[in-house]
């Protein structure tokens, strides 16, 4: 390959990773501090993404973190509910609640090719303590291999509930 065409692939996966936001400074930047005595939040996830013309479905597996951001105290995870890309709940993967310790993390797989929630399943994670903490980290992982290629990529967590909202117990049992 000559010296031009190897800089302009450079410049294309550079381009390419700039759209993606995993450009220079990526992930360098501090996200501000938040407090919470309790949240519910939703978690993207993938079966597989769809590839070339659209007819090929590249199996990944998921796995779901909770990192305890708290250097000082426990956070309690009451519940982890995997849906389905109608949002459809599929299973629950907590029995009874589980402490989670200061600078701890736990997580829940999903292996390839478990397909059941479709394309793009979620989880719908509820957490409490029993004082004001910072609010853990959620994400989750997928990852997949096939004959000499792979991907991994991180879905993203969004706070749909925080604890005190006024229906919390009332949304809480009608879910």
């Known amino acids: 390959m000559s010296g031009s065409k190897v800089r302009v692939a450079i410049s294309r996966i550079c381009g ?3 759209v993606l936001g995993l450009g220079p400074g990526a992930g360098l930047a501090a996200e501000p501090v938040v407090r919470s005595k309790g949240q519910t939040v939703y978690v ?10 659209g007819t090929y ?20 995870v009451t519940a982890v509910d995997y849906r389905d890309s109608r949002g459809k709940h599929l299973r ?13 993390s736990m997580d829940f797989a999903l292996w390839e090719p478990d397909t059941t929630g479709g394309q ?22 997928m990852i997949g291999g096939q ?5 991994s990529f ?9 604890a005190g909202d006024p229906d919390d117990e009332g949304a809480a049992a009608g879910r």
């Open 120 to 141: 793009s399943p979620s989880f719908i994670v509820r957490w409490k303590a029993n004082e004001t903490v910072n609010a853990p980290v959620l994400e989750t992982l």
């Open 154 to 162: 991180v879905g993203r967590a969004w706070v749909i509930e925080e």
């Open 57 to 76: 479905k590249f199996p990944v597996s998921s796995t779901l973190v909770i990192r305890n951001t708290d250097p000082l105290h426990a956070i309690v």
């Open 16 to 18: 390419a990773l700039l």
């Open 92 to 104: 629950h993967h907590v029995k009874e609640p589980i402490a989670v310790g200061p600078l701890a």
């Open 44 to 53: 993207a996830a993938y079966s597989y993404v769809v590839m070339g013309s």
């Open 147 to 151: 004959a000499g290629r792979a991907i």
